[in-house]
Each structure stands twice: as C-alpha cells, then as structure tokens.
C-alpha cells in the first residue's frame, strides 16, 4: 500500500530536520539562568481511574488540589470522588471526552489549575496538546513537545540515538520505501528481521519475518495494519533478536540541565505486545551492564533537552547486549516498582519538576534497596487468548496494604470495570529486600486478592509466579508462548475444596435456615439445593452443583458431635468446620481425615466461590430447568459476543444468506476491535442489536434460521 503525500512530505521534513535539531540540543546553553519557579496550587488530572487516583494521592500530601475530569461513564468513579472537583466532560468514548484537548483545556481555565498531568494514555504523549498547554499559559506535566514529537517517531528517535551514542540495533530506517529496497535492505541486515511501523505503538503494525520467503506477506500485512491503525504506512526494518529481554530505564531531567537514571526495569513477560508483570530491578544484571544500561539512557535523554518523567526501553540479548528500542515521553504503568525500590515518589518529582525545581536528588544520591514487582490485575479471560473483559465487581477484597504491601486502583467493590477504558482493575507491588522473598510475596497476596463477577487473570500470575523458569529469572517476551503447557494446566478440584465447599453450604443453611425455609421467597436459593436439611442437622444433605460442564454430588451427613461425614463417589471424609466472618471475608478451617486447611468462600445465589491457596475455584448451582426455558439463552449456532462490548458495525440483515466465517458484527471493547463471524453457512432470521448498542459477553447477536431437521433435534432437548 503505497504511503500518502503528507505522510511522505512530513518524513521527508524530519529526516531534514534531524540534525540542525541535534545540533541545536548540543550547543543549546544551559547556563542562561533558571527558570523561575512556578508554584503549582492547583493540578487538573487529564485521566481517569488508577492513575488519576494515584496523582490526586500525591497531590494531596503536597497540599495541592486536584481536578478531576469524567465522561458519562465515570460519574461515580473512585477518581471523582477523591478529588476534590471534578467536571463533567462527555460521553463514554474517549474519543469524545478524554481525548478532546478543548474541553480538557477548557476545564483547566475555568477551574484556575495552573497544571495538567496527562497520566499515562490518552493524552500523555499528544505533542498538539503539550503545545496548547504552553500557548495558553498551563504547565504541562511532562516533557517538552518537542521531545514528544522526536521520540513519537521510532526512525526518527533511532537517528537521534544514533548521533547521541546510545546503541542502536542493526536496521534500515531510510527514505527509500519501495518494496524491493526494504527486501533489499533485509537480506543486508540478515534473517530473522522485524518490520515496524515508524509510528506504530501497542505491537500494531510489527510483524517478524523468519525467512525472504515469509518478507513479502509480512511486509504487506505491516502496511496495512500500520495505515489502519496510525494513517501511515512507512516501515522501518530491523534485526530481530531472538527471545529477547525487554529492559528499561527509568530516567528524569530538570530545567536545570541535571539529569539522573533511577535503574531498571524488566518487563519482558508479556501478551499481545503489552506488560503483564513487571520487576526492579532487572534480575541477573552485572553492576556494570547495569551502570551502562542507566547512562546511555541518560544520554537518550539529554539528546532531546528532556525534562521531567521518562522511560527509555532496551531489547537485551542474551548475552545482555543492548539496544534502544524507544522512549516513552511520560510516566510508566510500572512506575511503582521504581519507587519502591528507590524510596521516591515520582509523581512529586514531576510536580516539584514541572515548577521549576531542581531535581530532589542527584545521582549519587540515589540508592537501590531490595527487589519489588507488580502484577497488574486485568478484567480478563487467559485460557480465552487472554480476551478482555467488563462489568460489575460484585465482590472485591484485597490484601492487607502495608509498607510493603501496595495496591493502585481506580475501583471499589460495586463499580464495573467498563467496555470503553482498558480492562486493569488493579496493580498489586510488592517490596522485599531480596528476589526470592518478594516473590513468595507476591504470590501470597494474589491468593488474598479476591474478585468475582467477571474473568480476571489472577490465577494466571499466581501460576506464573510458581514457574520455576520465572523463578530462577530466565525471563524472555516470549516466556508465555514458550512455557504454555505449564501455565495453563487443566485444573483439578480437590476432595478437599469440594468437603469445604459443601460443609460451608451446610454451615451456611444451619445459620438462615429458619429463614430460608419459611421465608424466602427465592426458588433459586443455593440453600434449597441441600435437600431434607433439617434445623437439627439430623440428616443428610443431598448437593448438586456444577465445576465447569462436569457434576459434583455431594452428600454430608450431620453428626450428633457436630461433625460430618462427607461422601464425594466412592469416598468417605470426616469432617470438622467452622465458619467465620471477619466483617470483609467469610473463611471455613476444616479439619478433613486429620488434616487441617483454611479456605475463604463467597456464596452468591447461582454460584459458590472458594479461594484456596492454589486459587479460585468457582462451583455453580444448576439452574432449574423451567427457569432455563424462561433465560432465553443463545442457540448452539448462534453467533454470540465473546466479551462485552459496544456494537461498531452489523454488516448483515435478516433474510441475508452468509458463508462460514462471513462478517456478521463488528464490536469495540478496552480498545480493541473484535469481528464476530459466521460459525456456519445459513440465511440469518434475527440481528438483535444495532450500531452502539453495549451487549454483555455470550449475548446472541445474530440468530440463523434453523432447518427442519435442527428443530426436531431442539425439540427434544431440556
């Protein structure tokens, strides 16, 4: 796909640009006197949820208010609330609320803030808006715009590294964008190579040929991706390196000249491209790759005059070569693991910064203390390609916050993860003095880290956490691909969940059955599922529920001692219990055949949720089955939503005759786009939904027309 004019014009201006720029970065004097500081008394926060919590928090310990801003679909978020003004921006889509520059600056004037900080996201790394910020007198907290645009560009940056020193990988980053010269320039650099979107982000537009064979499919698909997703089609071809690690550097500069690293990162575990765990400092480092790793970062960022907050990202081999890959003009997701082991608050570095400070601390100054992480909490479903996910948080109770212990949100319990933000409930860091302890800890909050109402990815890191790949530190970008047999085992439920599980149902009936059985007027209470229960607890308790498709029979006998015999098949367990509830969580200690064991368990009316050490374990109760009739489920070839979503495009009508695998809806959730397709041949009867409709996960979307034999066979079923 051949680039447009203004793209071309555009490239063409910034290669020319390329070095008068360098050049004026080298002789600009940073002697000329300083700037005069600026107190800030007031920021408003362009963002929402966990980072906008997160600089209110630090706002706030700096006696400076904050302003909150939120569309439609944030009025009742946590950032709204502990802010200490918030205004009203739009409707859900960012497109028309935290992404319009106006309205943000708009609110800025009329509310008297000073400041903006962009967060991370939307308009972080917007060089258009740091500009407006500074023609209309508002500090931008964060770098120049001109940072911005220099570093936005990846063949733009590398030129830059290029002069500045920083190594660079081996790669083609020319004008010349015909095909044959980019194969050309290929076969130069030797197989495997990456080809790269010049303004790509988020893994769009990035592809990897093994093989010449493999160049002229990848190259087209690159293209296109790249024009659809950035309106620019100029590529970039570099060696690929292969399992390789993803380091960064946290780094910060002032007004004054002064520029410090704060160490490293490593980020490498990842799926689609994106973080999922990160780590400081980076394990296995020598001291001297570290002290390397960090000054060629600070020569990155001298080299664009930065100021404030950034992140300079190296691919490492496995010899730990590096590379610069890019720089993130802003502040990071991963900050917090920076933080705890360095001692600072990086958002007050930025404030104090963006005012004109000096630098709190230089670099001898800084020290690194002990190892932390972050497992970042997603809404989402990892044995389903990780698909995101929305809705309600039902139930959430977290670990215990300590000095070592932290957790960033932007939820509580009751609020819903939404289809139009990205799907991150939540980061757990955690801080110990050496590798291993701080993972055992992280291990041991997750398991305290309790969510129900929709799919997360805790049991996930949990098995991450236990990989002894992981452990040990042999970390890669390709750990998940590569370990997949492992991370995603086939999940037994013990003998011992299920006595826990049963025993708390009876527990749970002796507490309410007087209630239960005279009062409720619930035919769908968990509670009526323990058959001839009796409020002596002289019988046996008949329970049916469901692990995923497969049956669990239980029958619990109530003895006269108060403890019970629990038969699962063929197996007989004695069983003692007790039920607790500390006001937040409600946990059952068993002792079963002599060995004691505690778990925490949630009963809702169509499911029971038990968190034990080794995760979450979700039993459901079967429905009934003239209630089934009544729920109106999607049909066996029906095309369904496979997550929540708002409707982008329906492509067909009723009485349309379609292929398998024809486009049917096009559907938009956490930034992400989702075709739904055709799961067979057949002429659509019904499309239940139209364009902007928000649809739940497993809703039917589109329903065929069944044949006289599929409505025989449905006839006969349940």
Known sequence: MACSLSNRLSYNKLLLLQRSRIKLHSERSLSSGSPNIKPIEKILIANRGEIACRVIQTARKLGIRSVAVYSDADKNSLHVSLADEAYHIGPPAASQSYLCQDKIMNVAKSSGAQAIHPGYGFLSENTEFAEMCSKEGVIFIGPPATAIRDMGIKSTSKHIMSAAGVPIIEGYHGEDQSSSKLKQEAAKIGYPVMIKAVRGGGGKGMRIAMTEAEFDGQLESAKTEGMKSFGDDIMLIEKFVETPRHVEVQVFGDHHGNYVYLFERDCSVQRRHQKIIEEAPAPGLSEEVRKSLGEAAVKAAKAVNYVGAGTVEFIMDKNQNFYFMEMNTRLQVEHPVTEMVTGTDLVEWQIKVASGEHLPQSQEELKLTGHAFEARIYAEDPNNAFMPGAGPLHHLTTPEASQNVRIDTGVRQGDEVSVHYDPMIAKLIVWSPDRSTALRSVRNALKDYHVIGLNTNIQFLMDLSKHSQFEAGNVHTDFIAQHSDELFPNRILSSASICQAAVALVLKDRDTAKFTYQNTLDPFSPFLLCASARINNQAKHRIHLKDGENDVNVMVQCNSDNSFDVTIGNQEHHVTAELTN????????????????????????????????????????????????????????????PMPGVIEKVTVQPGAEVQQGDPLVTMIAMKMEYVIRAPKAGIIEKVFYKVGDTVSKGTALVHFKEDKTSSDLDNGRD
């Open 582 to 641: 500390d006001g937040s969580r409600t946990s059952i200690r068993c002792n079963i055949d002599g060995v004691i064991s505690s778990s925490n368990i949630v009963i809702q009316k169509d499911a029971l949720h038990i968190f034990t050490t080794d995760g979450k374990h979700e039993l459901t109760f079967p429905m009934p089955k003239y209630m089934k009739a009544s729920k109106g489920a999607a049909g066996a070839d029906d095309a369904v939503a």
